[in-house]
């Protein structure tokens, strides 16, 4: 069965500090990971993803992610926060096997992540 | 950029009516997916489509429940008597192939009373 964990409700950071959003998972057959971003009243908005290839993945607004295959993570950071990054934030893995994809995404539950002043 | 677009973006029914939740998915895209997030809860799946037909659904998308594309453009899902549990964030997701982003629309927040 395929699943996705967000250990963290809340993510509190200062603004110009570091930030990480923890993420991690379990599927059968290997890992198509992604990061998606919901600001209030909006719908999910697309940050990066995790196919193959290098275990860092960068994305929008300064973000990257680092895949950990011994870990089953795929943690969300960016070096500096900016206030306007507060939002949350949903981690999603989709399952590759067998030559096809099943096309569903499982989601976490979501991290809400402030960045104050 | 383009982008999903859903129709309409609140919608308040009484118990036992039909909705239809309207979505345009992002004009080449093949691949069609509607979610659903329960206020509070994680976003889950519900179907997917292509190729006219449904691929994929989860035990959420019981009989209550349809997809059509009408068109060539718009996508609906269907909720043919609504119950309380129904209350819920619907978003639609398009992509243009099996491995790619699935990018998704802004939802309709469907309200049950």
């Known amino acids: 069965a395929q699943s996705v964990a967000q250990p963290e409700d809340q993510v509190n950071v200062a603004e110009g500090n570091p930030l990480t959003v923890k993420c991690t998972y379990s599927?059968?057959?290997?890992?198509?990971l992604f990061w998606y971003v919901q600001y209030p009243n909006r719908g999910l908005q697309f940050l990066l993803k995790?196919?193959?290839?290098?275990?860092l993945v960068k994305g929008s607004y300064g973000f990257e992610a680092e895949f950990n295959k011994s870990q089953t993570s795929f943690h969300l950071k960016k070096p500096s926060a900016l206030v306007s990054d507060s939002a949350l934030y949903f981690c999603a893995v989709r399952a590759f096997r067998g030559g096809s994809t099943l096309g569903r995404l499982y989601f976490g539950r979501g991290t809400q992540l402030t960045v104050w002043p | 950029e383009p982008e999903v677009t859903q129709t309409p973006s609140h919608q308040v029914t009484q118990m036992g009516q039909e909705v239809i939740l309207r979505c345009v998915p992002i004009s080449n895209h093949l691949y069609f997916y509607w979610y659903r997030q329960i206020l509070g809860q994680k976003v889950e799946f519900l179907v997917s489509f292509y190729n006219n037909e449904i691929s994929e659904k989860s035990e959420i998308f019981d009989d209550q429940f349809s997809v059509e594309r009408p068109d060539g453009s718009n996508f609906t899902l269907k909720i043919r008597s609504t119950k309380l549990e129904d209350s819920a964030m619907y978003f639609c997701?398009?992509?243009?192939?099996?491995?790619?982003?699935?990018?998704f629309g802004p939802g309709t927040r469907l309200l049950v009373l």
């Open positions: 995790y196919i193959t290839g290098d275990n």
């Open positions: 997701a398009s992509t243009g192939g099996g491995f790619e982003t699935q990018y």
């Open positions: 599927v059968s057959g290997n890992p198509y």
